[in-house]
């Protein structure tokens, strides 16, 4: 199966999106299972992992029960307060659910660049290795050193970082980024979405203006710890579906359903239990 590891859904009259404003005109609509279903189609690809954009539990679930009603949706990336004192109940609760496959916290979001080093997560993240979910780490190059030291001090955790760290594709910032990100890439369970990368660009980006940046990501995660991602909709503000799938299945090259599929096994071992 081909699997999308990195796509949205949201309905505005659901109130929790605080990010989401009018002058994301492309955007600030509802966006359903029924308006990605033909996407997929056309591009070939069996199925999604439905991924948070609200910072609240009611959010995760209303994705879970999306993934509950449409099978291709096999598994759901969520998101609960880690920090909160019954933390590892939360996740115990929610990991419940089958196709919960990883918690995501928006680090990007959060003021403290260093929050994720906070002695008040270790519950949470034991928990989180525990039930067998992923951390997906929503970070900008900024955050690069600090998930180094996270990384070491939760060995067991398995993390996956989402949109490539967020490169300055537009400002052609290459060095720093590929540097620190290759210091992560030797740790055998970390893993990187190939995803976000055309909203890093330039209004008037050209394939050739991403090529550094995949390149360096599949050189150093290779095709076992890179996954596909379309981060639809927000991929909308800059291109379309169909375009970023072929971008990506021409990085690949080779047989890209083997590629998909192992990765994502890898990364999200818990959607392998949902769809067997």
């Not at 600030?28 to 056309?42: G, K, N, S, T, V």
């Not at 209303?62 to 004192?85: P, R």
Request: charged share 25%; aromatic share 10%.
């Amino acid at each position: 199966m081909i699997i999308d590891a990195h796509q949205h859904f949201w309905k505005l009259d659901r109130g929790d999106y605080s990010w989401l404003k009018p002058e994301f005109t492309a955007l600030y609509r509802d966006f359903e299972p029924h308006d990605l279903r033909p996407l997929l189609d056309a591009a070939e690809v069996d199925g999604t992992i439905a991924v948070q954009a609200a910072d609240t539990e009611a959010e995760t679930r209303f994705l879970l029960s999306l993934a509950d009603q449409h099978e291709w949706i096999v598994g759901v990336v969520g998101w609960t307060d880690l920090e909160a004192d019954d933390a590892s109940a939360a996740i115990a609760n929610l990991a419940q659910r089958g196709k919960l496959v990883g918690l995501r916290p928006m680090i990007q979001d959060i003021a403290d660049d260093a929050w994720m080093l906070k002695e008040s997560l270790r519950p949470a993240i034991r928990s989180m290795v525990e039930h067998d979910l992923t951390f997906d780490a929503l970070v900008h190059p900024r955050h690069l050193d600090h998930l180094a030291t996270f990384l070491n001090r939760y060995p067991d955790l398995r993390v996956v970082i989402d949109h490539g760290a967020k490169p300055d594709i537009g400002g052609q910032r290459f060095e720093g980024w590929a540097e620190k990100l290759s210091a992560i890439a030797d740790r055998q369970n970390v893993f990187c979405k190939l995803s976000g990368l055309v909203t890093e660009a330039a209004t008037n980006w050209q394939p050739s203006d991403l090529a550094p940046y995949i390149s360096h990501i599949e050189q150093i995660f290779g095709p076992d710890r890179t996954l596909f991602g379309s981060d639809w909709p927000v991929l909308n503000l800059a291109s379309d579906y169909a375009s970023w799938k072929e971008i990506a299945d021409k990085s690949f090259g080779g047989n890209v359903v083997d590629i998909y599929t192992s990765s994502i096994e890898a990364a999200y071992p818990r959607v392998g239990e949902v769809s067997t």
